[in-house]
């Protein structure tokens, strides 16, 4: 059995009503949920809340939510692996243990469904514990420079003060999108950064951290842009 767990809960503070606020003509999360659904690649997609607005408008996007978050794994502390392994053990306490499952950012809507298969794909072959996206940064980060107690600015790595850029290795980071796991990685509390982990490289023009109300803005102008250059 293979699920979708998008874990969405409720009490945003920086961006009220993150989950379900409209994001270019839908709720965000519809996107997320369409998404999955449309890669054709789970038995189930749940949404984990502990908020029953959230719960309805995921039911009437498509997604089922089974059970309602407990709310010791719905602070501001609980990480995503917990979360997905309430579910997982849920899932498997009243259908059926999954193989695989797929957590999805609620405000994620820039994934795509092949992008969801191409993960599942690549997590069976490499018989890896988890694959998720990432994305290269847009500079060197050997390049890095950080400002001092004295308001002064040096270099993290003075060693690289003289190397061209085109000579450094490029860097990737965590593009917070999504993550395929084993049933057993996720159950057992593995760390997605544990060793056994492979990723999937997506363009960072389809990559954008939504944190703050600047955050939104600029997702959606980047997301109406990418419509508007798909259709060209």
Known sequence: MRVCVIPARG???RIPNKNIRDFCGKPIIA????????SECFDEVLVSTDDEDIAAVARSAGAT???MRPDSLADDFTGTVAVISHAINWVADN?????YACCLYATAPFVRPEDIRFGLEKIIQEQADYVFSVATFESPIQRA???N?????EMMYPEHLNSRSQDLEEAYYNAGQFYWGSGDAWCSGKRVLSGNSCPIVVPRGRVQDIDTLED???AELLFNW???KEKM
Do not use: C, M
């Open 145 to 147: 420079f950080r400002i």
């Open 216 to 218: 939104w803005e600029h």
């Open 95 to 99: 259908w059926e243990s999954p193989d």
């Open 31 to 38: 996107w997320s949920i369409e998404t999955a659904l449309a």
């Open 11 to 13: 009490g945003s503070k």
């Open 65 to 67: 939510v089974p059970f």
């Open 149 to 153: 107690n004295d308001s002064r600015v």
């Open 226 to 228: 990418l419509i508007e």
